[in-house]
């Protein structure tokens, strides 16, 4: 494949990846619709975000996509470790935040990266990617459900991927501020992938696309096993906790949030993975051997799930 086939099947993939998820988040939750804002960036490149709220299941969600590229920038340089002078970035990333506590969130982004001399010649691309769960109540079989979807997955292309890209996925998502407290309980990551004699440029693509997809099979399944579930006020009040978290993850360690800020990257996009209500609760500490101090200790425990 020429580099502007590369590009361009990365960019076919990501907005039919969009397109797909979309409407199975829309059956799912039966009556709230996407609403697309489209954008341009004034440095180059533009994107479609895709925000629901207030439906049946889902509170608030976003499935982004962008095409950005622009001029290497000193903070580039600085912060990101990046050398070169102009940059190429497309990805999907999406979160969904739902109403009902015994419905995770999950998160899910698939990105391919280009840096380019001064002839606009090629000189590094990589990719990354992943999707991760965020469960509130730890209820196993959907955890384990979500780790065999992606299992199975990886074990297509390489048996160590799926170990590999799990562990990478419990060491980053990662409140390390809060002894080491997990996010949730993890799922798949991966990234600067770059392609080689081994792995060429359709192997990673051809991953992508796996994992890509791959997140319909796995969360849609749960959300429509738990959407009906009854919860109490104490169960909401211990989800705004946990989102809290999840907040405090996003703004203080995230690199895909720190790229976008960086890059001046359009702030409603980058926030939008920022969940509509949420509790900052002084020490707060969930009864020792209650389910949310269960959800707890594996948080701060990792758990080999398949």
């Known amino acids: 494949m020429t580099d502007i086939e590369v590009k361009d099947s990365w960019i076919q993939f990501i907005h039919s990846l969009q397109d797909d998820i979309c409407g199975s988040l829309e059956a799912c939750d039966g009556k709230a619709k996407f609403i697309e804002d489209a954008w341009q960036r004034p440095e180059g490149g533009g994107g479609k975000t895709r925000v629901i709220a207030n439906g049946n299941v889902f509170e608030k969600g976003g ?20 050398n070169g002078e102009l940059w190429f970035a497309c ?72 170990p590999t890209y799990k562990k990478h996925c419990d060491d980053y998502f990662v409140n390390t501020h809060r002894n080491n407290e997990r996010r949730g309980i ?21 991953f992508a696309r796996a994992c890509g997809y791959a997140f319909i099979d796995a969360y849609i399944p749960i959300v429509n096993k738990r959407k009906r579930t009854p919860f109490d006020d104490a169960q909401k009040y ?39 209500t949420v509790r900052f609760e002084y020490n707060y500490q ?11 200790q594996v948080c701060l425990h990792p758990k080999e799930w398949v």
Not at 64 to 81: E, H, I, P
Not at 94 to 122: A, G, S
Not at 255 to 274: A, D, H, Q, V
């Open 238 to 276: 211990w989800q705004e906790i946990r989102r809290g978290r999840y907040v405090e993850f996003n703004l203080v360690h995230d690199r895909g949030t720190i790229f976008g800020l960086k890059t001046n990257g359009r702030i409603e996009s980058i926030l939008m993975s920022l969940p509509p």
């Open 186 to 206: 993890g799922g798949i990551f991966y990234d600067y992938k770059r392609p080689d004699e081994k792995r060429d440029v359709a192997f990673w693509l051809n």
């Open 63 to 82: 499935v982004n996509t962008s095409v950005v590229y622009g001029a290497v920038t000193d903070a580039m340089r600085t912060q990101l470790k990046i």
């Open 91 to 162: 990805g999907l990333s999406l979160v969904i935040h739902p109403i009902n506590p015994f419905v995770p969130t999950v998160h899910c982004n698939y990105r391919m990266f280009e840096l380019y001399d001064e002839e606009q010649n090629i000189i590094d691309r990589w990719f990354g990617g992943g999707t991760d769960l965020t469960p509130y109540y730890l209820i196993e079989d959907d955890v384990i459900h979500f780790h065999q979807t992606y299992k199975n997955v990886c074990d297509q292309f390489d048996l160590s991927f799926y």
């Open 286 to 296: 969930p009864q020792s051997g209650s389910e949310e101090d269960k959800l707890l």
